[in-house]
Antibody
């Protein structure tokens, strides 16, 4: 069974840092691009960041560029998101999501979602 | 705020058909990028409902169908059931933002 389990969410002060982790199982992790999507309380979905299968290609939404860093350890089937310089507007449930699709990354779809981990930025 | 525009809410009685629209632009849907649809049940994570415009993953009832034309896409749900009450999101890629984008979501209420 394909499974994604996020961890690392916490209450953190503005300006603080956090590292989210995502443990993947049930599929060949290294051949799939992965992505993070967040959802603020009572709001819609927002794409945050993505990493290609090898981790050498990374992508970021403008709202987090320069503050967040995505990485992966294919030997451990793990995806990470380092969150720095956190702001109140970063408060959200962060979902780890598996990409699937055509060779062209822009036509990927998000076929498996984790249950999310909650990040709260507040003093 | 959202690059893709969806109606905030739609409703229908059991057995009826509802359609949820997703309006984009020349930098996303209009450029030929695929549209995908996700269903988020209350208190749950989203799940893929329709991928590559019209395709249903295994396990998704054929009451759900997707279409795409020009700069827009639509999700149709026929034979509405109480269990369909959820939030629905469209998603595509946007070249001007160099990233994947979502619609604001549509809350479906089954009357």
């Amino acid at each position: 069974e394909v499974q994604l389990v996020e961890s690392g969410g916490a209450l953190v002060q503005p300006g603080g840092s956090l590292r989210l982790s995502c443990a993947a199982s049930g599929f060949t992790f290294s051949i799939y691009a992965m992505t993070w999507v967040r959802q603020a309380p009572g709001k819609g979905l927002e794409w945050v960041s993505a990493a290609g299968g090898s981790g050498s290609s990374t992508f970021y939404a403008d709202s987090v560029k320069g503050r967040f860093t995505v990485s992966r350890d294919n030997s451990k089937n793990m995806l990470y998101l380092q969150l720095n310089s956190l702001r109140a507007e970063d408060t959200a449930v962060y979902y780890c999501v598996k990409f699937r699709g055509s060779p062209n990354y822009y036509n990927y779809h998000m076929d498996v979602w984790g249950n999310g981990t909650t990040v709260t930025v507040s003093s | 705020q959202f690059v893709l525009t969806q109606p905030p809410s739609v409703s229908g009685a059991p057995g009826q058909t509802v359609t949820i629209s997703c309006s984009g632009s020349s930098s996303n849907i209009g450029s030929g990028y695929d549209v995908n649809w996700y269903q988020q049940l209350p208190g749950a994570a989203p799940k893929i409902l329709i991928y590559v415009n019209t395709n249903r993953p295994s396990g998704v009832p054929d009451r759900f169908s997707g279409s795409k034309s020009g700069t827009s896409a639509s999700l149709a749900i026929t034979g509405l059931q109480a269990e369909d009450e959820a939030e629905y999101y469209c998603q595509s890629y946007d070249s001007s933002r160099s990233g994947w984008v979502f619609g604001g979501g549509t809350k479906l209420t089954v009357l």
